[in-house]
């Protein structure tokens, strides 16, 4: 079973940084991980993805966020910098896995980020 635990989402002020947290559980091999948002009225939509060691950012948010991943402790991270009151939403953590020939693919529970102006 696969699991994924997000943290580190809050208020902040405008210009402030914010860093997300999201560990997962279970036996697998993963295949990418990625952050997505969902503001509302709006579509969830991709911030960032990292796969095989590449990755990539909306372009809303490049220059301004950094997607990470420690192999390790199976935790993804998501560095938010320069925030602006547009970035607000929920952030959820996506993870794409697979065991054998049984494909994953799992969800956070999402985490809130508000930006003050």
């Known amino acids: 079973q696969v699991q994924l635990v997000e943290s580190g989402g809050g208020l902040v002020q405008a210009g402030g940084s914010l860093r997300l947290s999201c560990v997962a559980s279970?036996?697998?091999?993963?295949?990418?991980m990625g952050w997505y948002r969902q503001a509302p009225g709006k579509q969830r939509e991709l911030v960032a993805i990292?796969?095989?060691?590449?990755?990539n950012y909306a372009d809303s948010v490049k220059g301004r966020f950094t997607i990470s991943r420690d192999s390790v402790k199976n935790t993804l991270y998501l560095q938010m910098n320069s925030l602006k009151p547009e970035d607000t939403a929920v952030y959820y953590c996506?993870?794409?896995?697979?065991?054998?020939?049984?494909?994953?693919?799992?969800w956070g529970q999402g985490t809130q980020v508000t930006v003050s102006s």
């Open positions: 996506n993870l794409e896995a697979s065991l054998g020939s049984v494909r994953y693919n799992a």
């Open positions: 279970g036996i697998f091999t993963i295949n990418a």
């Open positions: 990292t796969s095989s060691g590449s990755t």
